[in-house]
């Protein structure tokens, strides 16, 4: 099973926003990376099994308006506030996501 480790800013707790750059673009299927806005509609999208969270999510990454180069954030971003309290997690600290399948991914 192939893995990034991700280390947290403090974007993370506060906007719900995991910096996915060390993981990089290959990480991630082609076609998750979408539109920068939902309402240009959504693509593929990948599942995510947090580790403490009931729920699987289902998200893509948006790419920026003007290069179109993926913003290695993922679109949605509620329950990364909420694993990241669940787990008390604080900047700096690091968690591996672990890529199960070409659409399934752990953390």
Same mark, same amino acid.
């Given at each position: 099973?192939?893995?990034?480790?991700?280390?947290?800013?403090?974007?993370?707790?506060?906007?719900?926003?995991?910096?996915?750059?060390?993981?990089?673009?290959?990480?991630?299927?082609?076609? *998750?990376?979408?539109?920068?806005?939902?309402?240009?509609?959504?693509?593929?999208?990948?599942?995510?099994?947090?580790?403490?969270?009931?729920?699987?999510?289902?998200?893509?990454?948006?790419?920026?308006?003007?290069?179109?180069?993926?913003?290695?954030?993922?679109?949605?971003?509620?329950?990364?506030?909420?694993? *990241?309290?669940?787990?008390?997690?604080?900047?700096?600290?690091? *968690?591996?996501?672990?890529?199960?399948?070409?659409?399934?991914?752990?953390?």
């Amino acid at each position: 099973m192939e893995y990034q480790t991700i280390e947290l800013t403090q974007a993370a707790r506060k906007h719900g926003n995991l910096n996915l750059s060390r993981c990089g673009r290959h990480f991630f299927p082609d076609d *998750v990376f979408d539109p920068p806005s939902k309402n240009e509609g959504l693509g593929e999208q990948i599942s995510i099994r947090a580790f403490g969270l009931n729920e699987i999510i289902k998200t893509d990454i948006p790419t920026y308006r003007k290069t179109g180069k993926p913003r290695l954030i993922f679109r949605e971003r509620s329950w990364v506030k909420e694993f *990241v309290r669940y787990h008390n997690l604080k900047p700096n600290d690091k *968690v591996r996501i672990n890529r199960v399948n070409n659409s399934t991914y752990k953390l």
